[in-house]
């Protein structure tokens, strides 16, 4: 199972939006609406921004959306703070297993 | 409230082997199965494997297949990760995480090999 694709590195500044692509396959992102993305910190647990494609756990706030289209998930991060300033990675389901995505530093300008 | 609590930092010399636990509490133990995501140091997350709680049948990652194995306490509702013939690249946080719709992580587990 490969990883999913993700650009390495993704950059905006305070205000503005930022949008992370998430590519896989028929056999994962493509079938099932069960892509989840995290937000991790240096030296942090990851933390569940969106799970099931596009539901924002209890906490989280609106600025995270997320999306799907064919084989390709998305996040969308609005009004850029400096605090989402992090790594961020989706997962989805693959049919009996999962497979992660390779991971995009946000950059906060 | 659910809780995954996972056993304090490991090290240990190459070849020898490492056993992690997680102790679930807040939820019935057998209703979800566990997964098990390593990271690396300065590297992404990669997803290890599962273990289904209610019969206790694992699967594992292509690149986690002979040296690793999962098992089960249930009557502690507990889950082990051990990793036999360490290898330095072995070393990794390892955290386990509660499967459903929205996972839920363990703190992570770091476990470094050297010598």
């Known amino acids: 199972q490969s990883a999913l694709t993700q650009p390495p590195s993704a950059s905006g500044s305070p205000g503005q939006s930022v949008t992370i692509s998430c590519t896989g396959t028929?056999?994962?992102?493509?079938?099932?609406?069960?892509v989840s993305w995290y937000q991790q910190h240096p030296g942090k647990a990851p933390k569940l921004m969106i799970y099931?494609?596009?539901k924002r756990p209890s906490g989280v706030p609106d600025r995270f959306s997320g999306s799907k289209s064919g084989n390709t998930a998305s996040l969308t991060v609005s009004g850029l703070q400096a605090e989402d300033e992090a790594d961020y990675y989706c997962t989805s389901y693959a049919g009996s297993s999962y497979v992660f995505g390779s991971g995009t530093k946000v950059t906060v300008l | 409230q659910v809780q995954l609590v996972q056993s304090g930092s490991e090290v240990k010399d190459p070849g020898a082997s490492v056993k992690v636990s997680c102790k679930a509490s807040g939820y019935t133990f057998t209703s979800y199965a566990i997964n098990w995501v390593r990271q690396a140091p300065g590297h992404g997350l990669e997803w290890v494997g599962w273990i289904a709680t209610n019969t206790g049948n694992p699967t594992y990652a292509q690149a986690f297949t002979g040296r690793f194995v999962f098992s089960l306490d249930s009557s502690i509702s507990t889950a082990f990760l051990q990793i036999s013939s360490l290898k330095a690249e072995d070393t990794a946080i390892y955290y386990c995480v509660r499967d459903s719709a929205a996972w839920f992580w363990g703190q992570g587990t770091l476990v470094t090999v050297s010598s």
């Open positions: 099931e494609v596009n």
């Open positions: 028929s056999s994962d992102v493509g079938t099932y609406d069960y």
